[in-house]
């Protein structure tokens, strides 16, 4: 759709709907209340009167004056005197104003071309750009036109085309379309589009004109928020290379940050040369390092040797075949033995298969032995588990010949060792094997006598929640589900109990007693009709609902586990319990009230994945009636497209309260905005901390 | 054409052709841009752009009632008079509206005598306009419509909607057959004690302003209508008129319309007839003047002092 130099507006179908809807959402925006009905009647009106003025042109295409075209729109959606001047205005804007856009990047391609002594469909060879850019106001000139696309390289005939004045009609056309009123502006915002779509290899061919592109578009502040991860790995290295250590450093620093956002994009990525930009720049912290070896377990060869320290540290919060990979790298290189006693406390036991064969010289014979047995042990449970999972005799046999040996070692420790002379490293190994014992039970099917055994160990806490989660998951007769769920149940009602506590220790408000109103009308009715004891009605008072929000994300296990139970806790005062990551699921009461479906939840709930705060605050305003809603997140919206602080303009309009819980690590900006808006937000230091003000609203509401 | 012979049966129509066919007086309809624009010209003497007919005819076409809004004396009411006419090649009925006008002053009432009698029938049942405009697919102009209640306007609406009148005493539905009928509503926002038109109304129509036509239309619009009169105003005097007509517009409460230029002009040349003149002089002019020109006593000074200085004797 566009101005033509005789003032016609010249259209097809396709594109008025556009512009009409485009018009009709702007002159909104300026108070005129336009229905769906307007702008249907608009087009309808201007297709007949272009039919019945004869402005139709071939190929289903419109041509229309200007004039008219206005009287006619102004006809259906400019209803009153005062919204004539608004729609002239906007109006005028939308057309006019694109048309001298149009007019003036025309003019500055052509000034261009005229710089670098160029015309619409010459070619030049390659060698003769390269003096031509030798000169840097050239250059810019060049570099902006093939940025915009007006020149392109044909790499097989070693020339540059410059494109025939018809086909710089679209290129004209996507500047119109955004805005861009600026040449250079629209060539960087092209060229990252261009980026976008193209091919690796392409990046490579050129990459010097890429990373002179994308400064420039770093410089000029665009958002490469689409960018694909893999580019941006590319061109940081590429920037690397050619000594471009800030655009490096910042690319490097949004890969960084997407991982934390996302750590399964690490898939996507090649590790060694992740690694490489992020160990140049200093970014890799454990968080990171822990993301890369979840999804990469094989990048710790390139971690081993410097990151030996962070390695130790995130053992804990990786995955248990990454955590195997590591272990059996880190037991490779000398270790002391505070280091040992580290690392088998925190692995997870059934990584301990992976010790088999250590040999350490700075751990006596029965600390060797004890661990021998215990990664036996994690050895036939794995072949066990396989075993029933996939009822294949061969592991049952091979399970039994490790389980053997377990209890031959085992033998062998007892005989040699006596008990009481048990050193720090074998209480905890021995712990880990009575872990995995447990596991081991799990796996044959009536078993569970381990179970109150782990129980004690553990306390009713959540470390022993996650545990039974795993003897869960590891379980595969439904038997010893059944009871793992159960003995998961009592350690849930124990968690429910110290919420309950929690709360006198919680400070409370002292508030008066308010009487409720008495309601007169009905009361004086009383009085007239039974002349005896009249009956005072006062007014009830209404129930508020709490809608609890929360954000099962990755980065939000913690404290989404402890709202879950004390949501189940408090279930009188809260109406609805919503999940949420990138989708909302709503949890049913009857989960909350009963213990083992509640244990069954949290055990097969998935955190991780994107998040979608807008959608969550969407559902939210979507319930009827008062209610006061709470959300437990760290307020970072990760799936595009959506806009959170609209949803929770409704959700604060349409709430009597809206609090929002968040950890130390939250988005402040959003907070601050959610501020304004009237919401509550506080920011938790701490689980415990965290755990007191949630069962203090829940209380108090 | 059909006739009231061809309704034995049915009472209502029967009763609508007996009463209002001759006066809608049918005619083979026109249904281009350029002949309604030529016919305007030629029969009512109007000059209209072609731009405002294709609109109004769009609107048409795709069921949409037409709004024409703008100052008094610029010729919404004849000009929606015309199309609608030459439309649905029948005489369009007219709707002068009040804040009284209700359903039973435009769909039909019943006789209170014969209701008594007969009860709610159709042979007590009295057909009005609009319900006479329906059934013989003709056009209605409902003026002012910003004069009428809110009801009576949302109930125009639903009729226009749906092309058809809903009569529930007599269990019957009337619905249009023909595309001829239209509904065309004029209003003047400017105008006092009237009220505001609904979002909901305003939604519904095609909204066309009318404005004072450029000078060379308006003497052209003069000359049209003098017909053969026109040979008694000398150009210079013309001229003189639409100066003055121009100014008043921009100084006067009541700013004339291109029906007062039209008016005076002629009250002008009647008055050179009565005198015996071969062309109208200053003195005619100045004498229609007033009476014309002044129609609220604030104006008094304005339009004597206006007149004053282009026609002063």
């Known amino acids: ?701 | 054409m059909k006739t009231s012979e061809g309704f034995k049966e049915n009472v209502v129509e029967k009763k609508v052709y007996e009463t209002y066919l001759s006066i809608v007086e049918p005619f083979k309809p026109i249904r281009s841009v350029r002949g309604i624009v030529n016919r305007l010209r030629e029969d009512f003497k109007l000059i209209v752009s072609e731009k405002l007919v294709a609109l109004v005819v769009s609107a048409f076409l795709i069921g949409r009632p037409v709004l024409f809004e703008g100052p008094p004396g610029t010729g919404k009411t004849e000009v929606g008079y015309g199309i609608l006419t030459l439309w649905a090649g029948k005489k369009a009925f007219i709707l002068p509206c009040s804040e009284n006008y209700d359903e039973y002053r435009v769909i039909g009432d019943f006789h209170p005598l014969m209701a008594m009698k007969m009860g709610f029938t159709e042979e007590s049942f009295v057909p009005r306009p609009l319900l006479a405009a329906l059934v013989l697919d003709s056009g209605v102009l409902v003026d002012e419509i910003r004069r009428s209640s809110e009801e009576f306007q949302n109930m125009l609406l639903d009729i226009v909607d749906k092309r058809r009148i809903v009569i529930p005493e007599l269990k019957r539905v009337f619905k249009a057959k023909g595309e001829g009928f239209q509904v065309i509503f004029t209003s003047n926002p400017e105008d006092i004690a009237q009220g505001e038109l609904s979002d909901a109304f305003l939604r519904r129509v095609v909204r066309i302003k009318f404005t004072y036509p450029p000078e060379e239309v308006e003497k052209e619009i003069v000359k049209l209508r003098l017909g053969e009169d026109y040979r008694l105003v000398s150009e210079d005097n013309i001229a003189k008129v639409l100066a003055v007509i121009n100014e008043l517009r921009s100084k006067a409460l009541h700013k004339p319309g291109p029906a007062d230029t039209v008016a005076w002009t002629q009250m002008a040349a009647g008055l050179a007839k009565l005198r015996g003149k071969r062309k109208a002089d200053i003195r005619d002019f100045y004498d229609a003047a007033f009476s014309v020109l002044l129609k609220r006593s604030e104006d008094e000074d304005v339009v004597s002092m206006v007149v004053e200085k282009y026609f002063k004797r």
């Not at chain 1, 229905?35 to 419109?62: D, H, P, R, W």
């Not at chain 1, 690392?343 to 350490?360: C, D, G, V, W």
């Not at chain 1, 109150?452 to 439904?478: N, R, S």
């Not at chain 1, 009308?521 to 209404?542: A, G, M």
């Open chain 1, 1 to 701: 759709m566009r101005l033509t130099a005789k003032n016609e507006i010249l259209f097809k179908e396709e594109e008025l709907v556009n512009f009409l809807i485009k018009l009709c959402k702007e002159l909104r925006n300026k108070g005129m209340p336009l229905s769906i009905s307007e702008v249907e009647n608009a087009m309808k009106i201007l297709k007949t009167y272009c039919s019945l003025t004869g402005y139709i042109k071939e190929k289903e295409q419109y041509m229309v004056p200007f004039n008219d075209f206005k009287e006619v729109l102004k006809a259906v959606l400019a209803k009153r005197v005062n919204y004539e001047s608004v729609f002239e205005e906007v109006l005028n804007n939308f057309v006019l104003k694109k048309a001298s856009l149009r007019y003036k990047i025309v003019r500055d391609i052509e000034f261009n071309l005229k710089e670098l002594r160029l015309h619409y469909g010459d070619r030049i060879p390659v060698a003769k750009v390269k003096v031509l850019v030798k000169n840097p106001s050239k250059k810019q000139a060049f570099y902006t036109l093939w940025k915009l696309g007006v020149i392109k390289k044909d790499s097989r005939k070693g020339v540059f085309e410059i494109a025939r004045k018809e086909k710089i009609n679209s290129i004209v056309s996507k500047c119109v379309e955004h805005n861009l009123k600026d040449l250079n502006k629209a060539a960087n915002y092209i060229m990252l589009k261009n980026i976008q779509k193209c091919s690796l290899r392409r990046i490579k061919d050129e990459k010097d004109f890429y990373l002179d592109s994308i400064e420039d578009i770093i410089r000029n502040k665009l958002s490469i928020e689409d960018l694909p991860n893999t580019k941006i790995l590319e061109l940081s290295l590429y920037a690397f290379e050619k000594k471009r250590r800030n655009v490096s450093k910042f690319l490097a620093k949004i890969l960084a940050h997407r991982i934390l956002k996302a750590p399964s994009e690490v898939k996507t990525l090649d590790s060694s040369k992740l690694i490489k930009v992020l160990k140049e720049h200093d970014l890799l912290d454990s968080q990171i390092i822990a993301s890369i070896l979840n999804y990469n377990p094989k990048a710790v060869n390139e971690l081993i040797k410097d990151y030996r320290n962070t390695l130790l540290e995130t053992l804990s919060s990786i995955r248990l075949e990454s955590q195997r990979l590591v272990i059996s790298k880190l037991f490779k290189s000398p270790l002391s033995k505070n280091e040992i006693h580290k690392i088998i406390s925190t692995a997870n036991p059934r990584a301990l298969s992976s010790l088999e064969k250590i040999k350490y010289n700075n751990l006596n014979a029965s600390e060797q032995i004890l661990i021998k047995a215990a990664s036996k042990l994690a050895k036939a449970f794995e072949y066990y588990r396989k075993a029933f999972l996939e009822n294949n005799k061969g592991y049952y046999d091979m399970a039994n010949s490790v389980l053997e040996e377990y209890h031959n070692l085992m033998k062998q420790y007892s005989s040699t060792i006596p008990v009481h002379k048990m050193s720090e490293l074998e209480k905890i190994v021995t712990e880990k094997i009575d872990v995995l014992n447990a596991l081991l039970a799990s796996v044959s099917s009536g078993m569970s006598s381990n179970l109150p055994y782990i129980l004690k160990i553990y306390g009713a806490g959540f470390q022993t929640l996650h545990l039974l989660k795993e003897v869960y998951e590891a379980a595969v007769d439904d038997e010893v589900k059944k009871n793992i769920l159960h003995a998961a149940s009592m350690v849930v009602q124990r968690l429910k109990t110290k919420y309950r506590s929690c709360i006198t220790t919680a400070k409370r408000k002292k508030t008066k007693r308010k009487t409720a109103n008495m309601v007169i009308r009905d009361s004086i009715y009383n009085v007239l009709r039974f002349e005896e004891k009249p009956i005072v009605y006062q007014e009830r008072k209404k129930e508020v609902k709490v809608i609890l929000l929360v954000d099962v994300s990755g980065s939000m296990r913690e404290f989404a586990e402890h709202a879950i139970l004390i949501a189940s806790t408090f279930t009188k005062s809260i109406s609805d319990l919503i999940v949420f990551r990138e989708y909302v699921v709503k949890v049913p009461n009857r989960i909350l009230k009963n213990p083992i479906l509640l244990v069954e939840f949290l055990f097969n709930l998935k955190f991780g994945g994107w998040t979608n705060i807008a959608l969550a605050l969407s559902e939210a305003s979507r319930r009827k009636g008062r209610k006061v809603v709470v959300m437990i997140s760290d307020l970072k919206q990760t799936v595009k497209g959506y806009n959170p602080l609209d949803e929770a303009k409704y959700a604060v309009k349409g709430s009597i309260e809206f609090i929002v819980l968040t950890p130390p690590l939250h988005d402040e900006a959003f907070a601050n905005e959610l501020k304004t808006l009237g919401a509550k937000v506080y920011a938790v230091n701490n689980v415990e901390d965290f755990v007191r003000k949630l069962a203090y609203i829940f209380r108090s509401s």
